[in-house]
């Protein structure tokens, strides 16, 4: 059976109050409009048609080549919009599936339900997807016969009182008959209270043919569309909640589904543990057996099983398996720590490497660096790798001992089992199994404060006083 869709997406979203296309803003990590690709996609649905307007750039940019493109020169009406689609529908046979571009909860399962409802009826000639609303104001109204069977549409402004009261919406989903969809595209009428072309009207005119149309009564939410700045928020919120469900449902343990954030892409495995305030984004893949949190952001970030990242960030790395992160640690691109690693407190690692079981567990910069296995960073230690002008890294091989306040100036080699000595500036390379002290001699003055009569006690003593008089 030949199916294809129409998605209308030429809006200006004026709602939305933004520079860029309503349809291009993202729920949960994706534009609103790829949300309705991936949904025909899914739905066996590769032949789509996008209707678009002025912002057409961002919408292909979004789509690609793989979807076909007509513009939309005026704006009038839904039936208009529909219009323009026509050469693409000429001559095929089978369904057409018609969706608005601002909906992005619509699920593939949906689409299948409208198409199994119309393939299943030979004689409908249109399957409207419609919902009960809670609050129905603003939409069309799906008006009935008595025997249930569907009247017409009739939009919120030209519904008399009565119409008014009826809750089931048009969700501006449909499933039309290609051929028929086309013959009573081309005897729409602007005749209305907005003077468009309603693609509403279609309905009445092929039942004024004699064909029947049917209807698949879904979720609201399923057909929630998006206007404004709060309803990306609800609708954000409802497709976040949906993806935490999934994620449980596959063994992942999230404490608090109200304050975590995981977008569309992410992937985690059984039996990790999601804490809250953290957020997971891009195209995030964590293992197994991981802790995650609190109030941690992944972006763009592959982390290994039975790893723990307590209240970090990290972006476009890769974490190892049993790696201990955090807490407020922050790991930039490009970098790749292997299994066991520790990275502690206020330690920043960027663009470089660093192998099994090294740690640097507080106050560290690791910059553009080659770092071997079991390394000790003291407390304290800098990766001098930028001289103003150029940035360059170290290379500090396996079973190195770098003391606490050292700093390893760029592009020097630590060899293999060397020890840095606390407090040094490193410039030159240290030979393997070496010791390196990089500082000045300490100097003693004997009895100096004395002689300088520079007793603190006395000033202590001086500032309580003080304190007491106030
Ligand atoms: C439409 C339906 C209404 C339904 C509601 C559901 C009609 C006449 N009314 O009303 O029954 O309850 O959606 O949300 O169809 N568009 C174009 N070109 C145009 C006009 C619209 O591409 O010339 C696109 C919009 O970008 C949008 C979609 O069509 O994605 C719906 O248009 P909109 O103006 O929002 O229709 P509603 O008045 O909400
Ligand atoms: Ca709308």
């Given at each position: 059976?030949e199916?294809?869709?129409?998605?209308?997406?030429?809006?200006?979203?004026?709602?939305?109050?933004s520079?860029?296309?309503k349809?291009?803003?993202?729920?949960?990590?994706k534009?609103?409009?790829?949300?309705?690709?991936?949904?025909?996609?899914?739905a066996g649905?590769?032949?789509?048609?996008?209707?678009?307007g002025?912002?057409?750039?961002?919408?292909?940019?979004?789509l690609?080549?793989?979807v076909?493109?007509?513009?939309?020169?005026?704006?009038?009406?839904?039936?208009?919009?529909?219009?323009?689609?026509?050469?693409?529908?000429?001559?095929?046979?089978?369904?057409?599936i018609?969706?608005?571009?601002?909906?992005?909860?619509?699920?593939?399962?949906?689409?299948?339900?409208?198409?199994?409802?119309?393939?299943?009826n030979?004689?409908?000639?249109?399957?409207?997807?419609t919902?009960?609303?809670?609050?129905?104001?603003?939409?069309?109204?799906?008006?009935r016969?008595?025997?249930?069977?569907?009247?017409?549409?009739?939009?919120?402004r030209?519904a008399?009182?009565e119409?008014?009261?009826?809750?089931?919406?048009?969700s501006?989903?449909?499933?039309?008959?290609?051929?028929?969809?086309?013959?009573?595209?081309?005897r729409?009428?602007?005749?209305?209270?907005?003077?468009?072309?309603?693609?509403t009207?279609?309905?009445?005119?092929?039942?004024?043919?004699?064909?029947?149309v049917?209807?698949?009564?879904?979720?609201?939410?399923?057909?929630?569309?998006?206007?404004?700045?709060?309803?990306?928020?609800?609708?954000?919120?409802?497709?976040?909640?949906?993806?935490?469900?999934?994620?449980?449902?596959?063994?992942v343990?999230?404490v608090?589904?109200?304050?975590?954030?995981?977008?569309?892409?992410?992937?985690?495995?059984?039996?990790?543990?999601?804490?809250?305030?953290?957020?997971?984004?891009?195209?995030?893949v964590?293992?197994?057996?991981?802790?995650?949190?609190?109030?941690?952001?992944?972006?763009?970030?592959?982390?290994?099983?039975?790893t723990?990242?307590?209240?970090?960030?990290?972006?476009?790395?890769?974490?190892?398996?049993?790696?201990?992160?955090?807490?407020?640690?922050?790991?930039?691109?490009?970098?790749?720590?292997?299994?066991?690693?520790?990275?502690?407190?206020?330690?920043?690692?960027?663009?470089?490497?660093?192998?099994?079981y090294?740690?640097?567990?507080?106050?560290?910069?690791?910059?553009?660096?080659?770092?071997?296995?079991?390394?000790?960073?003291?407390?304290?230690?800098?990766?001098?790798?930028y001289?103003?002008?150029?940035?360059?890294?170290?290379?500090?091989?396996?079973?190195?001992?770098?003391?606490?306040?050292?700093?390893?100036?760029?592009?020097?080699?630590?060899?293999?089992?060397?020890y840095?000595a606390a407090?040094?500036?490193?410039?030159?390379?240290?030979?393997?199994?070496?010791?390196?002290?990089?500082r000045?001699?300490?100097?003693?003055?004997?009895?100096?404060?004395?002689?300088?009569n520079?007793?603190?006690?006395a000033?202590?003593?001086?500032?309580?006083?003080?304190?007491?008089?106030?």
């Amino acid at each position: 059976m030949e199916v294809c869709a129409v998605v209308m997406a030429a809006g200006d979203g004026k709602r939305m109050r933004s520079k860029h296309s309503k349809v291009v803003q993202h729920v949960a990590g994706k534009p609103i409009v790829q949300w309705v690709a991936d949904a025909l996609c899914e739905a066996g649905c590769t032949e789509q048609v996008y209707i678009v307007g002025e912002k057409q750039e961002e919408i292909r940019d979004v789509l690609g080549e793989s979807v076909a493109y007509v513009f939309q020169e005026q704006r009038l009406g839904t039936g208009h919009a529909v219009m323009q689609a026509t050469p693409f529908l000429e001559g095929r046979s089978g369904y057409t599936i018609v969706l608005p571009g601002d909906s992005p909860m619509v699920s593939a399962e949906t689409i299948h339900a409208a198409l199994k409802i119309a393939e299943d009826n030979q004689d409908f000639a249109a399957v409207l997807i419609t919902a009960k609303a809670p609050n129905p104001a603003g939409y069309g109204r799906i008006i009935r016969n008595a025997d249930g069977s569907v009247a017409k549409i009739v939009e919120d402004r030209d519904a008399s009182p009565e119409e008014k009261l009826v809750d089931e919406i048009n969700s501006s989903m449909y499933v039309f008959k290609t051929t028929l969809l086309i013959s009573a595209l081309g005897r729409l009428s602007a005749q209305n209270a907005q003077n468009e072309y309603y693609l509403t009207d279609t309905i009445e005119i092929l039942i004024n043919d004699g064909y029947k149309v049917g209807a698949y009564v879904c979720d609201f939410e399923d057909t929630m569309g998006i206007n404004n700045r709060m309803q990306l928020m609800e609708a954000s919120k409802i497709m976040n909640r949906r993806i935490l469900e999934k994620h449980m449902a596959n063994g992942v343990q999230i404490v608090d589904i109200d304050s975590t954030w995981i977008h569309s892409g992410v992937e985690i495995g059984m039996d990790t543990i999601i804490l809250p305030g953290c957020t997971l984004i891009g195209n995030t893949v964590i293992g197994e057996d991981c802790i995650i949190g609190e109030n941690t952001r992944l972006n763009c970030v592959q982390v290994g099983d039975g790893t723990t990242i307590d209240s970090s960030i990290a972006t476009e790395c890769i974490i190892g398996k049993e790696c201990r992160i955090g807490p407020f640690s922050h790991i930039r691109p490009d970098s790749i720590l292997k299994d066991n690693v520790t990275i502690g407190a206020y330690v920043e690692v960027k663009n470089s490497t660093i192998d099994v079981y090294t740690r640097a567990r507080h106050l560290t910069y690791i910059g553009d660096s080659q770092v071997g296995k079991n390394v000790n960073f003291g407390c304290g230690v800098v990766t001098c790798n930028y001289d103003g002008q150029d940035k360059a890294g170290c290379v500090i091989e396996d079973n190195v001992f770098i003391g606490g306040n050292s700093n390893i100036v760029s592009t020097v080699v630590l060899g293999k089992d060397s020890y840095v000595a606390a407090g040094s500036t490193i410039t030159d390379d240290v030979p393997p199994l070496g010791l390196a002290i990089g500082r000045s001699r300490q100097v003693i003055k004997d009895e100096w404060v004395a002689r300088k009569n520079r007793l603190r006690g006395a000033h202590y003593i001086q500032l309580d006083r003080k304190r007491n008089e106030v």
